[in-house]
């Protein structure tokens, strides 16, 4: 099993969909948590960080649930731009630092 | 100010031979990691280099090493390349290194892509 899984899709939604991704991490030990995006034969750029309060940045929202292991990235409104492939990120800080990628979830906003 | 840089940006190599890949991180940065991403995958943490010592290791074999100078660049070296190390490696920066628990933002450079033939 994966440390961290996600839904790897594809997502085919169009413009002005909502569209909802989800991530699971298996170590309980994990203490900071992510989304970064990545489009097509680029590097990874932060989208967001994810709180333990839950976070909203425009048209974005991301929530943890610490006691489920379960974190997940919700994008109202889509815009052609959105489409990209969508990375959960935990970190776990235990004897040194680790930051454990998913293999993502790509989407495609169609017009 | 310019980010993260990568270099070579392509590389080809033939099984057997040993790679070294160059990374410098964004200044004033002293956090450098190593990752690499196969096709169709999320990038596989290697290594973390904080103040030239390394802070973080991943699963990955010997044949892998890195070090950090004192300008805070960083070398990946690859010996005895074989064909599955053919990826996508990616170089990161942060300010301070990612075992203190805060949310520290990962820069990640445009990456060298290895192949091996």
């Known amino acids: 099993r994966k440390e961290v899984e996600q839904d790897p899709g594809p997502f085919n939604v169009p413009e002005g969909a909502t569209v909802a991704f989800n991530c699971t991490y298996s170590?309980?030990?994990?203490?900071?948590f992510f989304w970064y995006r990545q489009d097509c034969r680029k590097e990874p750029k932060l989208l967001m960080s994810v709180y333990s309060s839950g976070n909203e940045d425009g048209r974005f929202t991301a929530q943890l649930n610490r006691a489920s292991q379960y974190i997940s990235l919700l994008i109202r409104d889509s815009k052609l731009s959105d489409s990209a492939t969508y990375l959960c990120?935990?970190?776990?800080?235990?004897?040194?630092?680790?930051?454990?990628f998913g293999d993502g979830t790509t989407l495609t906003v169609k017009p | 100010d310019a980010g993260v840089t990568q270099s070579p940006t392509h590389l080809i190599k033939t099984r057997g031979q040993h790679v070294t890949l160059r990374c410098s991180p964004i200044s004033g940065h002293k956090s450098v990691s190593w990752y690499q991403q196969v096709l169709g995958q999320g990038p596989q943490f290697i290594f973390q280099?904080?103040?030239?010592?390394?802070?973080g290791r991943g699963n990955f074999p010997d044949r892998f090493s890195a070090r950090q100078f004192p300008n805070y660049s960083s070398e990946l070296n690859v010996n005895a390349l074989l064909l599955g190390d053919s990826a996508l490696y990616l170089c990161?920066?942060?300010?301070?290194?990612?075992?203190?628990?805060?949310?520290?933002?990962?820069?990640f450079g445009p990456g060298t892509r290895l192949t091996v033939l």
């Open positions: 990120v935990v970190n776990t800080y235990t004897n040194a630092g680790k930051s454990t």
């Open positions: 170590n309980s030990a994990s203490q900071s």
């Open positions: 280099y904080y103040e030239k010592e390394e802070r």
């Open positions: 990161a920066s942060s300010s301070p290194p990612m075992d203190r628990g805060d949310y520290n933002e990962q820069f």
